[in-house]
């Protein structure tokens, strides 16, 4: 067992930021009343942080084994966000697209917090955020996605 203090401090912060920084399109969702909110986007944005730190800590010679993980953790991701998208209104419309496209975007904020790419992480869930809020009414006139 390696208890290096100053990675795992630096882990640690590195976990914490990924689940704030996916913070605001979690209030976002939790407000809408979406079937993911408040708990469910910094969770896969630790995740996704988390699963790339612990890979690139065990697999630190093989460029192509980190890059399988972080393929594996897309497609996973990409599963969970699948759960929002199968819940159809009473019109028989899909529903659940963006909150499933959030999900995906938050993944990519944890892992770009792991390959210490914060400011990628924060423009990710900035813009996020951004078309949640701002395309809400555009959306709602134009008629459903």
């Known amino acids: 067992m390696d208890l290096d203090l100053t990675v795992n401090l630096s882990d640690l912060i590195r976990i914490v930021l990924a689940g704030v920084i996916a913070l605001p399109v979690a209030l976002e969702r939790e407000k809408e009343n979406q079937i993911m909110g408040l708990r469910t986007f910094p969770l896969v944005a630790v995740a996704a942080c988390s699963y790339v ?3 690139r800590t065990v697999i ?3 460029s192509d084994a980190i890059a399988r993980v972080v393929q594996g953790l897309i497609t996973g991701i990409g ?3 699948g759960g929002a998208i199968l819940k159809k209104d009473d019109d028989g419309l899909v529903q659940g697209t963006a909150t499933a496209a959030s999900i995906w975007t ?3 904020v944890g892992a770009a917090v792991a390959f210490g790419r914060i400011d990628i992480a924060i423009i990710i869930s900035l813009i996020t955020y951004a078309i949640l809020r701002l395309f809400a009414p555009l ?3 134009v008629g459903p996605d």
Do not use: N, W
């Open 139 to 141: 959306k709602d006139r």
């Open 60 to 62: 630190v010679e093989s």
């Open 79 to 81: 599963f969970i966000g």
């Open 53 to 55: 730190l612990l890979t």
């Open 106 to 108: 938050t993944g990519a």
